[in-house]
């Protein structure tokens, strides 16, 4: 099956300040050593949305310039789970995706040590959760979507993850 690139969104929003690392309890290890670690992704959904991550069956994720995103992207693993968020429009998680190929390097970047990672479908929330909604739950106030809003590719602790995916259920 062909890899089909997710379109670059508009990353300006991601780009960080030279020398800015990840912050205090957001290492780029997934939130803890448990196999598969768990992830999420953002995209604006009127660049690559859910539904076309499902038609395409797999996708490269590109264009990512952010270096504590590039980082979390290199450690992500073949079978981790991985929660697609679809934002600016929308502001919401919309479903499970697993990573299918460990990074390598990112074919759009013209220099740099940028990565990508082949995401593929898992499945879909059988309802959107909401920023709102994940706000508004005092056990996911200091994950990264809440603490780090602009940050695109983000580690979630196992605890996180499941809360979120029961919200979708």
């Known amino acids: 099956m062909p890899v089909h690139r997710a379109p670059r969104a508009k990353r300006a929003a991601e780009r960080s300040e030279p020398g800015s690392g990840p912050r205090r309890g ?3 290890t997934g939130e803890g ?12 959904p009127t660049a690559y949305s859910w539904d076309q991550l499902v038609r ?8 990512v310039r952010n270096f504590q ?3 979390n992207l290199k450690a992500m693993k073949a079978g981790d789970r991985v929660l697609y968020y ?8 919309v479903g499970i995706a697993e990573v299918a190929r460990e990074s ?10 940028w990565v990508v990672v082949d995401l ?3 499945k879909p929330l059988a309802k959107p959760v909401t920023l709102d909604a994940i ?35």
Do not use: C
């Not at 390598?104 to 040590?113: F, I, L, Q, R």
């Not at 996911?140 to 979630?156: E, N």
């Open 26 to 28: 957001f290492a780029a």
């Open 33 to 44: 050593t448990e196999s598969p670690r768990r992830w999420l992704v953002k995209q604006e």
């Open 56 to 63: 395409d069956g797999r996708t490269m994720w590109d264009g």
């Open 69 to 71: 995103a590039r980082n």
């Open 86 to 93: 679809h934002s600016v429009e929308g502001q919401a998680v």
């Open 104 to 113: 390598y390097p990112d074919p759009t970047a013209k220099e740099g040590d």
């Open 120 to 122: 593929v479908p898992v």
């Open 135 to 169: 706000k508004g739950v005092a056990a996911l106030k200091d994950i990264a979507l809440v603490r780090q809003g602009r940050l695109s590719v983000m580690p979630l602790a196992k605890d996180a993850f499941d809360t979120i995916v029961k919200m979708g259920s």
